[in-house]
Protein backbone atom coordinates (compact mmCIF):
# COMPACT_ATOMS: atom_id res chain seq x y z
CA UNK A 1 0.00 0.00 0.00
CA UNK A 2 1.33 3.56 -0.85
CA UNK A 3 2.37 5.68 2.45
CA UNK A 4 -0.36 8.86 2.88
CA UNK A 5 1.23 12.01 1.75
CA UNK A 6 -0.56 13.54 4.56
CA UNK A 7 -1.01 11.14 7.36
CA UNK A 8 -1.33 14.26 10.00
CA UNK A 9 -5.06 13.14 10.92
CA UNK A 10 -4.22 9.54 11.33
CA UNK A 11 -1.18 9.99 13.40
CA UNK A 12 -3.07 12.89 15.56
CA UNK A 13 -6.00 10.45 16.28
CA UNK A 14 -2.92 7.79 17.53
CA UNK A 15 -1.49 10.06 19.71
CA UNK A 16 1.69 10.55 17.47
CA UNK A 17 3.96 13.49 16.76
CA UNK A 18 2.65 15.58 14.45
CA UNK A 19 4.04 19.15 12.66
CA UNK A 20 0.77 20.80 13.10
CA UNK A 21 -3.11 20.42 14.21
CA UNK A 22 -5.03 18.51 11.45
CA UNK A 23 -8.29 20.16 10.40
CA UNK A 24 -11.14 18.60 8.77
CA UNK A 25 -14.19 19.49 9.04
CA UNK A 26 -18.11 17.46 9.82
CA UNK A 27 -20.17 18.16 6.80
CA UNK A 28 -17.56 19.73 4.95
CA UNK A 29 -19.04 18.84 1.44
CA UNK A 30 -22.17 20.56 2.19
CA UNK A 31 -24.46 23.29 0.80
CA UNK A 32 -22.16 26.21 1.84
CA UNK A 33 -20.52 25.33 -1.10
CA UNK A 34 -21.69 26.23 -4.48
CA UNK A 35 -20.36 24.03 -6.41
CA UNK A 36 -21.93 21.28 -4.16
CA UNK A 37 -24.92 22.55 -4.80
CA UNK A 38 -24.70 22.88 -8.52
CA UNK A 39 -23.31 18.61 -8.47
CA UNK A 40 -26.93 18.50 -6.08
CA UNK A 41 -28.87 19.58 -9.14
CA UNK A 42 -27.08 17.58 -11.71
CA UNK A 43 -28.72 14.70 -9.45
CA UNK A 44 -32.00 15.61 -8.93
CA UNK A 45 -32.16 15.01 -5.22
CA UNK A 46 -30.57 14.67 -2.20
CA UNK A 47 -30.50 10.18 -2.55
CA UNK A 48 -29.71 10.97 -5.91
CA UNK A 49 -26.18 12.23 -5.01
CA UNK A 50 -25.72 10.04 -2.33
CA UNK A 51 -26.69 6.93 -4.32
CA UNK A 52 -24.53 7.51 -6.86
CA UNK A 53 -20.48 6.83 -6.63
CA UNK A 54 -19.55 9.43 -9.34
CA UNK A 55 -21.98 12.24 -7.69
CA UNK A 56 -20.37 11.03 -4.20
CA UNK A 57 -17.10 11.01 -4.91
CA UNK A 58 -17.47 14.68 -6.85
CA UNK A 59 -18.79 15.97 -3.82
CA UNK A 60 -16.67 14.71 -1.23
CA UNK A 61 -13.86 16.20 -3.39
CA UNK A 62 -15.00 19.46 -3.63
CA UNK A 63 -14.01 21.12 -0.39
CA UNK A 64 -10.26 19.66 -0.83
CA UNK A 65 -9.92 21.76 -3.96
CA UNK A 66 -11.12 24.61 -2.10
CA UNK A 67 -8.98 24.49 1.69
CA UNK A 68 -5.90 22.57 2.52
CA UNK A 69 -8.01 19.79 4.82
CA UNK A 70 -6.15 16.79 6.25
CA UNK A 71 -8.64 14.42 5.65
CA UNK A 72 -11.59 13.90 3.95
CA UNK A 73 -15.34 12.19 4.47
CA UNK A 74 -17.02 9.80 2.82
CA UNK A 75 -20.10 12.01 1.28
CA UNK A 76 -23.17 10.00 2.63
CA UNK A 77 -26.13 9.74 5.62
CA UNK A 78 -26.56 7.89 8.51
CA UNK A 79 -29.69 6.77 7.52
CA UNK A 80 -28.55 4.87 4.77
CA UNK A 81 -29.19 1.70 7.57
CA UNK A 82 -32.08 1.92 8.16
CA UNK A 83 -33.02 2.79 4.83
CA UNK A 84 -31.60 -0.78 4.42
CA UNK A 85 -33.63 -2.59 6.42
CA UNK A 86 -36.46 -1.53 4.34
CA UNK A 87 -38.22 1.67 6.15
CA UNK A 88 -38.31 3.60 3.12
CA UNK A 89 -36.14 6.82 3.52
CA UNK A 90 -36.83 9.95 1.68
CA UNK A 91 -36.25 13.36 1.93
CA UNK A 92 -38.90 15.87 1.74
CA UNK A 93 -37.86 19.20 0.59
CA UNK A 94 -37.40 21.67 3.50
CA UNK A 95 -38.35 19.17 6.17
CA UNK A 96 -35.23 16.77 6.02
CA UNK A 97 -34.84 12.65 6.44
CA UNK A 98 -38.17 10.52 7.20
CA UNK A 99 -39.35 7.35 7.04
CA UNK A 100 -42.21 6.07 5.67
CA UNK A 101 -42.48 3.06 7.86
CA UNK A 102 -41.06 4.17 11.30
CA UNK A 103 -40.90 1.15 13.88
CA UNK A 104 -44.16 1.71 15.85
CA UNK A 105 -45.47 -1.68 17.01
CA UNK A 106 -44.37 -4.97 18.64
CA UNK A 107 -44.51 -7.32 15.54
CA UNK A 108 -42.68 -5.60 13.42
CA UNK A 109 -40.12 -4.56 15.99
CA UNK A 110 -39.32 -8.08 16.60
CA UNK A 111 -39.36 -8.93 12.99
CA UNK A 112 -36.40 -5.93 12.30
CA UNK A 113 -32.77 -8.29 11.15
CA UNK A 114 -29.75 -6.97 10.21
CA UNK A 115 -29.86 -6.67 6.15
CA UNK A 116 -27.46 -7.66 3.38
CA UNK A 117 -25.53 -4.31 3.32
CA UNK A 118 -23.17 -5.66 0.50
CA UNK A 119 -26.11 -6.21 -2.02
CA UNK A 120 -28.67 -3.17 -0.28
CA UNK A 121 -25.53 -0.66 0.34
CA UNK A 122 -23.00 -1.28 -2.32
CA UNK A 123 -23.31 2.32 -3.87
CA UNK A 124 -21.95 3.19 -0.23
CA UNK A 125 -18.75 0.59 -0.69
CA UNK A 126 -18.42 1.62 -4.00
CA UNK A 127 -18.21 5.07 -3.22
CA UNK A 128 -15.72 4.42 -0.85
CA UNK A 129 -13.83 2.61 -3.31
CA UNK A 130 -13.56 4.89 -5.54
CA UNK A 131 -12.86 8.02 -3.27
CA UNK A 132 -9.86 6.60 -1.92
CA UNK A 133 -8.98 6.29 -5.90
CA UNK A 134 -9.32 9.79 -6.52
CA UNK A 135 -7.57 11.03 -3.50
CA UNK A 136 -3.91 9.21 -4.88
CA UNK A 137 -2.92 8.85 -1.01
CA UNK A 138 -3.07 12.81 -0.41
CA UNK A 139 -5.44 12.42 2.60
CA UNK A 140 -7.01 9.70 4.25
CA UNK A 141 -10.82 9.11 3.93
CA UNK A 142 -12.88 8.95 6.78
CA UNK A 143 -16.26 6.28 6.62
CA UNK A 144 -18.92 6.83 9.24
CA UNK A 145 -22.27 5.49 11.25
CA UNK A 146 -25.03 6.75 12.89
CA UNK A 147 -24.91 5.19 16.58
CA UNK A 148 -27.13 2.53 16.92
CA UNK A 149 -29.27 5.04 19.50
CA UNK A 150 -29.41 8.12 17.02
CA UNK A 151 -30.53 5.64 14.63
CA UNK A 152 -33.06 4.51 16.90
CA UNK A 153 -34.53 8.13 17.61
CA UNK A 154 -35.06 7.91 13.42
CA UNK A 155 -36.12 4.87 12.95
CA UNK A 156 -39.11 5.21 15.78
CA UNK A 157 -39.85 8.79 15.51
CA UNK A 158 -40.07 8.56 11.57
CA UNK A 159 -38.19 11.74 11.33
CA UNK A 160 -36.04 14.09 13.25
CA UNK A 161 -37.96 15.28 16.62
CA UNK A 162 -38.35 18.65 19.19
CA UNK A 163 -38.84 16.42 21.68
CA UNK A 164 -38.62 12.54 20.85
CA UNK A 165 -41.91 11.67 22.61
CA UNK A 166 -41.91 8.69 20.84
CA UNK A 167 -39.08 6.74 21.48
CA UNK A 168 -38.68 8.11 25.30
CA UNK A 169 -42.22 6.55 25.55
CA UNK A 170 -40.95 3.72 24.22
CA UNK A 171 -37.91 3.51 26.26
CA UNK A 172 -39.62 4.02 29.81
CA UNK A 173 -42.93 1.82 28.43
CA UNK A 174 -41.24 -0.69 26.40
CA UNK A 175 -37.42 -0.91 27.53
CA UNK A 176 -37.11 -4.51 25.38
CA UNK A 177 -38.82 -3.44 22.43
CA UNK A 178 -35.73 -0.49 22.23
CA UNK A 179 -33.32 -2.71 23.37
CA UNK A 180 -33.92 -5.12 20.94
CA UNK A 181 -34.28 -2.05 18.18
CA UNK A 182 -30.29 -1.41 19.40
CA UNK A 183 -29.07 -4.93 19.54
CA UNK A 184 -30.24 -4.90 15.47
CA UNK A 185 -28.48 -1.57 15.05
CA UNK A 186 -25.19 -2.49 16.52
CA UNK A 187 -24.91 -5.63 14.55
CA UNK A 188 -25.33 -3.59 11.37
CA UNK A 189 -23.59 -0.63 12.30
CA UNK A 190 -20.57 -3.27 12.70
CA UNK A 191 -21.25 -4.72 9.56
CA UNK A 192 -21.46 -1.19 7.96
CA UNK A 193 -18.29 0.31 9.56
CA UNK A 194 -16.09 -2.65 8.72
CA UNK A 195 -17.31 -3.20 4.87
CA UNK A 196 -16.36 0.95 4.96
CA UNK A 197 -12.89 -0.25 6.00
CA UNK A 198 -12.19 -3.35 3.56
CA UNK A 199 -13.60 -1.09 0.49
CA UNK A 200 -10.76 1.40 1.50
CA UNK A 201 -11.96 4.30 4.91
CA UNK A 202 -8.64 4.77 6.41
CA UNK A 203 -10.52 5.89 10.27
CA UNK A 204 -14.45 6.29 10.73
CA UNK A 205 -16.33 7.87 12.91
CA UNK A 206 -19.46 6.81 14.89
CA UNK A 207 -22.24 10.09 15.29
CA UNK A 208 -24.05 9.62 18.00
CA UNK A 209 -26.18 13.10 17.78
CA UNK A 210 -28.79 11.93 19.63
CA UNK A 211 -27.11 10.64 22.66
CA UNK A 212 -26.93 13.59 24.62
CA UNK A 213 -30.89 14.44 25.22
CA UNK A 214 -31.08 11.61 27.70
CA UNK A 215 -30.76 11.13 31.13
CA UNK A 216 -27.81 9.85 32.51
CA UNK A 217 -28.96 6.55 33.60
CA UNK A 218 -31.06 6.12 29.67
CA UNK A 219 -27.38 7.31 28.67
CA UNK A 220 -25.47 4.50 30.13
CA UNK A 221 -27.94 1.85 29.43
CA UNK A 222 -29.67 2.93 25.64
CA UNK A 223 -26.54 4.52 24.34
CA UNK A 224 -22.93 4.60 25.47
CA UNK A 225 -23.37 0.28 26.21
CA UNK A 226 -24.10 0.40 22.49
CA UNK A 227 -21.55 2.26 21.53
CA UNK A 228 -19.14 -0.10 23.44
CA UNK A 229 -20.40 -3.31 21.25
CA UNK A 230 -19.56 -1.66 18.12
CA UNK A 231 -16.22 0.11 19.04
CA UNK A 232 -15.41 -3.79 19.94
CA UNK A 233 -16.68 -5.00 16.84
CA UNK A 234 -14.58 -2.97 13.88
CA UNK A 235 -11.81 -3.21 12.69
CA UNK A 236 -8.87 -1.64 14.23
CA UNK A 237 -6.10 -2.72 11.78
CA UNK A 238 -6.66 -3.26 7.95
CA UNK A 239 -4.46 -4.23 5.29
CA UNK A 240 -1.49 -3.50 7.70
CA UNK A 241 -2.81 0.02 8.38
CA UNK A 242 -4.07 0.68 12.42
CA UNK A 243 -8.27 2.14 11.62
CA UNK A 244 -8.67 4.82 14.40
CA UNK A 245 -11.97 5.33 15.28
CA UNK A 246 -13.84 8.91 16.79
CA UNK A 247 -17.12 8.56 18.83
CA UNK A 248 -19.24 11.97 18.90
CA UNK A 249 -22.00 11.85 21.51
CA UNK A 250 -23.41 15.62 21.04
CA UNK A 251 -24.05 17.40 24.58
CA UNK A 252 -21.87 14.18 25.51
CA UNK A 253 -19.27 15.78 27.62
CA UNK A 254 -20.98 14.85 30.66
CA UNK A 255 -19.61 11.30 29.69
CA UNK A 256 -16.67 11.96 28.54
CA UNK A 257 -14.46 10.19 31.00
CA UNK A 258 -16.92 6.94 29.94
CA UNK A 259 -16.92 7.32 26.52
CA UNK A 260 -13.25 7.33 26.40
CA UNK A 261 -12.98 4.06 28.57
CA UNK A 262 -15.22 2.20 25.66
CA UNK A 263 -11.87 1.33 23.70
CA UNK A 264 -12.30 4.43 20.94
CA UNK A 265 -9.88 5.81 19.61
CA UNK A 266 -11.08 9.47 20.21
CA UNK A 267 -13.96 11.43 21.22
CA UNK A 268 -15.26 14.26 19.37
CA UNK A 269 -16.24 17.33 21.80
CA UNK A 270 -19.11 19.46 20.84
CA UNK A 271 -18.37 23.47 21.46
CA UNK A 272 -19.96 23.46 25.48
CA UNK A 273 -16.96 21.61 26.44
CA UNK A 274 -13.31 23.57 27.73
CA UNK A 275 -10.65 21.05 26.01
CA UNK A 276 -8.38 22.00 28.01
CA UNK A 277 -10.48 20.81 31.33
CA UNK A 278 -11.27 17.43 28.66
CA UNK A 279 -7.80 16.25 28.16
CA UNK A 280 -7.18 16.79 31.82
CA UNK A 281 -10.03 14.85 32.56
CA UNK A 282 -8.59 11.87 30.24
CA UNK A 283 -5.22 12.16 30.34
CA UNK A 284 -3.59 10.50 27.60
CA UNK A 285 -6.11 7.53 27.25
CA UNK A 286 -7.78 9.21 24.08
CA UNK A 287 -7.05 11.81 21.21
CA UNK A 288 -9.46 14.33 21.12
CA UNK A 289 -11.22 16.41 18.49
CA UNK A 290 -12.90 19.62 18.24
CA UNK A 291 -14.39 21.80 19.51
CA UNK A 292 -14.91 25.42 17.91
CA UNK A 293 -18.34 26.64 17.82
CA UNK A 294 -20.12 26.73 13.93
CA UNK A 295 -21.42 30.03 14.71
CA UNK A 296 -17.95 31.69 15.52
CA UNK A 297 -17.92 31.14 11.11
CA UNK A 298 -20.34 34.06 11.16
CA UNK A 299 -17.76 36.08 12.50
CA UNK A 300 -15.12 38.18 10.10
CA UNK A 301 -11.97 36.44 9.54
CA UNK A 302 -10.06 38.30 12.60
CA UNK A 303 -12.77 37.01 14.69
CA UNK A 304 -12.36 33.23 13.31
CA UNK A 305 -8.23 33.54 13.83
CA UNK A 306 -8.69 34.32 17.43
CA UNK A 307 -11.50 32.07 18.05
CA UNK A 308 -9.05 29.08 16.87
CA UNK A 309 -6.02 30.48 19.26
CA UNK A 310 -8.46 30.23 22.30
CA UNK A 311 -9.03 26.72 21.05
CA UNK A 312 -5.10 25.68 20.56
CA UNK A 313 -4.44 27.45 23.45
CA UNK A 314 -7.21 25.28 25.33
CA UNK A 315 -5.47 21.85 24.61
CA UNK A 316 -2.18 23.17 24.56
CA UNK A 317 1.43 21.52 23.36
CA UNK A 318 1.56 18.40 22.13
CA UNK A 319 0.10 15.37 20.11
CA UNK A 320 -3.61 14.02 20.19
CA UNK A 321 -5.74 16.76 18.69
CA UNK A 322 -7.88 16.83 15.91
CA UNK A 323 -8.95 20.49 15.19
CA UNK A 324 -13.08 20.30 14.21
CA UNK A 325 -16.58 22.06 15.03
CA UNK A 326 -18.43 21.17 18.03
CA UNK A 327 -20.83 19.81 15.07
CA UNK A 328 -21.84 20.40 11.20
CA UNK A 329 -20.79 23.31 9.37
CA UNK A 330 -24.53 25.21 8.95
CA UNK A 331 -25.48 25.80 5.14
CA UNK A 332 -25.66 29.71 6.07
CA UNK A 333 -21.57 30.11 6.06
CA UNK A 334 -19.51 31.53 3.81
CA UNK A 335 -16.73 29.45 2.14
CA UNK A 336 -14.42 32.38 2.72
CA UNK A 337 -15.21 31.98 6.58
CA UNK A 338 -14.29 28.15 6.23
CA UNK A 339 -11.06 29.36 4.35
CA UNK A 340 -9.98 31.59 7.12
CA UNK A 341 -10.78 28.99 9.62
CA UNK A 342 -7.96 26.03 7.67
CA UNK A 343 -5.98 28.60 7.34
CA UNK A 344 -5.30 29.47 10.79
CA UNK A 345 -5.10 26.63 12.18
CA UNK A 346 -2.48 25.48 10.11
CA UNK A 347 -0.50 28.83 10.56
CA UNK A 348 -1.46 28.91 14.63
CA UNK A 349 -0.99 25.26 15.71
CA UNK A 350 2.88 24.41 14.66
CA UNK A 351 3.85 26.16 17.53
CA UNK A 352 1.97 24.05 19.85
CA UNK A 353 3.75 20.99 18.48
CA UNK A 354 7.33 22.03 18.75
CA UNK A 355 9.64 19.84 20.72
CA UNK A 356 10.58 22.05 23.59
Sequence with gaps: MSALLNDTFIRALLRQPTSHTPIWIMRQAGRYLPEYNATRRRAGSFLGLAKNPDYATEVTLQPLARFKLDAAILFSDILTVPDAMGLGLYFAEGEGPQFERPLRDEATILKLQ??????????????????????????????????????????????????????????YSRPDLLHHILKI??????????????????????????????????YREFSLAYLRQVVAGIHTHWDGQAIPNIVFTKGGGLWLEDIAAIGCSAVGLDWTVNLGSARQRIGERVALQGNLDPAVLYGTPAVIREQVAQVLAQFGHGSGHVFNLGHGVSQFTAPEAVGALVDAVHELSPRYHQTP
Design 114 to 171: VPDLHEALSYVFAAVTQIRGALQNRVPLIGFSGSPYTLACYMVEGRGSSDFRTIKTML
Design 185 to 218: NAQAVIAYLNAQIEAGAQAVMIFDTWGGVLSDAA
